[in-house]
């Protein structure tokens, strides 16, 4: 019986903050959410503020670019990333310069990323200034916009430079460990090494390519510092639009933001599923 | 002409020499042994063979034409790994399937091949069985039909029966070879297990530190090494030193008659089987002392003293002695087989 109770006694300090600090917030901000925020008077339950917020256009015309962006940056970062990690597997020189640079990106803060879109892509960047002194254009200005605009190019650019690298790690970490027989077989079969891709490395990094879709998925769909540095005024990306309306000074607007966040964590918590998901097909072909 | 011919190649794995001037002919239809220890070069050879690696001089020839720069997904070559390699993400009929597949063949015919080659290896009702769900036995067969599914010019062994345990390897063994036979397919075999390699081999090769030492029948190597060292091979040989003199051997204890005149200091080997103990009689020309005896029920080992030099012999289970008891010693002159002593 006193075993039984150990571990989860031994939790009981983790759990008093992860409990105390992420759960009671998600408990605050579902209860604002139903509209009950007693410092400005509301008391009422109420799913008032779901319906409104669910049919108001601003609302979907975010959803819409949160979702636009976070598809479009991740299924380019994984197809680059895998095609990465697939590289540096098969290059047949010393791999520790590869294996070390292409990590970089990893570690630099998504506000640095947004700095560094800002100096190579704005038209006052060091793309346009190329450009225009090799005469490719006449004038900065030729150069598209693609920050602050309306398909979100530079967020999308930002994302992909932040996730390749993660994906490629991910993959590349699988790939070396695939017994290298296993493709030697398949070429001694008659395969070749488009076929000894598609048919024996990528079901077994599969799984891990769609955990790691799902980690930036997640991450740039939810994600604030990015979309509100880099993006256009409207539509804004849903955590630009959930940290605008709860900066708004009008108290009332607190239930709004908080619908809005409650969005996000339920599109979160079906995020993390498929991850669990994904986990279950990765252990299929490791028994 | 010859199915398989490797002339003169050498391999350096980061300036270590792992094949030196191999030169080897396989026919049509022979089943063909690299024996050897482990770190000899065999499998190097078969991956050489197969394309997987690049010789870094000689030359490769299938049925008289160079194979050198036809890459390995089209050589036709193919090896059943010594831990079968099975795709561990299909199941039976598609593992078997796989090379067809790659090769673009029709369905129905895939289906059909698959379904012949199951016949044949006799693991019908096993097609959506899974590798982590087969015997040891079973994934070798398995890896056995989906290299012969794709009718391969030559089919390379990679010690396929060490993984196997001694029964199971004996009835591997006998199916595999009368497979071979069936299907008449050239195949070259790499076995570290001298037994295995006598007794399935049309030729063996035997290969020491990477280079082939003698190229023959299983009867003529055994018979006749050219060598003690390939000799050493087949097992626990007696070597004894004597010299040649006016067509005759001489030595501590016996003194034979031979046609063998190019050395003069030799010594002869003698074959464990090619002596007999006996219950000593009065005429016995060769005595000996009983040193060792180990029981093996279907034989008996013996080693004997017989003037100070220990010879090992291998006798009938009937002929039972003790430690330290006089016996008869009868040696088989017609098998003898003399080597030059270096000085």
Known sequence: ?287 | MSQIKLKNITKFFDSKRILDDINLEVKKGEMVSLLGPSGCGKTTTLKIIAGLLNPDNGDILFEGDSVLNIPVEKRGAVIVFQDYLLFPHLNTAENIEFGLKMAKIDKFKRRKRVKKMLQLVQLEGYENKYPRELSGGQKQRVALARALAIEPKVLLLDEPFSNLDSRLRENMRDFILQIQRELNITTILVTHDKEEALMTSDKIAIMLDGKIKQFGSPIELYKNPISSEVADFFGEKNYIKGCIKDEMFTSDIINVKTDFNKYLSVKAMINPEDIKVFELQSNTDITGIIKMKKYAGDRIYYTISVNGVELKCISEPNELFNIDDKVGVNINFNNLVFFPIDN
Do not use: C
């Open chain 1, 1 to 287: 019986m006193k075993n039984k109770y150990k571990p989860y006694v031994m939790l009981i300090p983790v759990m008093i903050v992860i409990l105390g600090i992420f759960i009671n917030g998600l408990i605050m901000a579902f209860i604002q959410s139903l509209g009950y925020f007693k410092a400005i008077g509301l008391t009422e339950i109420t799913f008032k503020y779901y319906k409104e917020v669910l049919t108001s256009q601003g609302f979907l015309s975010s959803l819409g670019f949160s979702v636009y962006i976070a598809t479009i940056s991740s299924v380019i970062a994984v197809v680059l990333g895998v095609i990465l990690a697939y590289s540096i597997l098969r290059s047949t020189h010393r791999k520790g310069i590869e294996e070390a640079v292409y990590k970089i990106p990893i570690f630099v803060p998504h506000i640095v990323a947004a700095l560094l879109a800002y100096n190579i892509l704005a038209q006052s960047g060091v793309v346009p200034r190329v450009l225009y002194s090799i005469g490719i254009i006449k004038d900065q200005s030729q150069f598209p916009s693609l920050l602050y605009d309306k398909n979100g190019i530079g967020i999308i650019i930002a994302y992909i430079w932040k996730g390749i690298p993660f994906v490629a790690m991910v993959v590349y970490t699988i790939l070396s460990n695939i017994n290298n027989k296993l493709s030697q077989v398949a070429l001694n079969l008659g395969a070749n090494n488009r076929q000894v891709f598609f048919y024996i490395l990528l079901p077994f990094i599969m799984p891990s390519i769609f955990s790691s879709f799902i980690i930036i998925f997640a991450f740039s769909f939810g994600a604030y510092e990015l979309p509100f540095l880099l993006g256009p005024t409207s539509p804004k990306a849903l955590p630009v639009k959930a940290y605008v309306e709860y900066t708004n000074s009008n108290l009332a607007n607190r239930p709004y933001a908080m619908v809005i966040n409650m969005i996000l964590t339920i599109v979160s918590l079906i995020l993390v599923w498929l991850y669990n998901k994904s986990f279950e097909l990765i252990s299929k072909y490791n028994r």
